[in-house]
């Protein structure tokens, strides 16, 4: 028989971020509609929720990292190395009808309005190398170093978007979801796929994660589905 791995204990987590009901999705993409920004701000959460990017991989993306020199998407994203955590590449997949929909929106927001343009017919005209989400001064969000300890208590240094994560975990407290940030698009893309069958492996490899057991402090146990189960179990066998 083959080894298992052991099972982890579920726990729920006091820090950590809010996982998304549908309807608190939906509740959120109305409300940045009303925003000044409504394009951008959409192609952000879809950014986070759809292909469950970091909120400094959302900042530090190129217009050549989504776009063929032909102008078409690029779906099957490589982030490179220096955007990552753990300074280690990956894949992300840019699958989702709302994720493609959003993308194609806010780039043709960049052409009419020309930010970041050039003359070349390639990449629709727009600076290959300008970072995909621009800020108010169409320049890209900036990003600080910082330093963290890791559970072997080396000290890693990492870069930070601290402007773009504090204006994404305001649109909670503006909204009305608490317990929402940017850290949500990840847990909320996890347990949801979780729930759907997705395996454990499969998890690791769209989340990007070196340690299998990280994605168990991305999924949400689903406790009602579970007592329901349990419910129906019990009664089949009591009647």
Not at 141 to 154: I, M, P, Q, T
Request: proline share 4%.
């Amino acid at each position: 028989m083959a080894n298992r791995r052991p099972i982890k204990r579920l726990t729920e987590g006091k820090n950590k971020a809010k996982v998304l009901t549908p309807a608190e999705l939906k509740k959120l993409l109305h409300a940045l509609a009303l925003t000044r920004n409504p394009k951008l701000n959409r192609l952000i959460v879809w950014l986070l929720f759809g292909a469950g990017l970091r909120i400094t991989e959302v900042a530090c993306i190129r217009i050549q990292d989504v776009l063929w020199p032909s102008g078409n998407l690029v779906t099957d994203v490589r982030i490179p190395a220096k955007y990552c955590k753990g300074n280690k590449a990956g894949h992300v997949f840019f699958y989702a009808r709302q994720l493609q929909q959003a993308l194609e929106a806010y780039l043709t927001v960049r052409i009419q309005k020309k930010l970041r343009t050039t003359n070349s017919p390639e990449y629709r005209g727009l600076d290959p190398f300008s970072p995909l989400i621009l800020s108010e001064n169409r320049q890209g969000y900036s990003l600080k170093l910082k330093k963290r300890r890791d559970k072997h208590g080396e000290i890693r240094e990492y870069w930070a978007a601290d402007t773009l994560q504090e204006l994404v975990t305001n649109w909670g407290k503006k909204f009305g979801i608490t317990g929402f940030s940017s850290h949500s698009g990840r847990r909320t893309l996890a347990t949801r796929l979780s729930r759907k069958g997705v395996s454990e492996e499969m998890l690791q490899t769209l989340l990007r994660h070196e340690d299998p057991d990280t994605i168990y402090d991305y999924v949400d146990l689903d406790t009602k589905f579970v007592r329901d189960v349990l419910e129906r179990m019990y009664k089949q066998s009591n009647e």
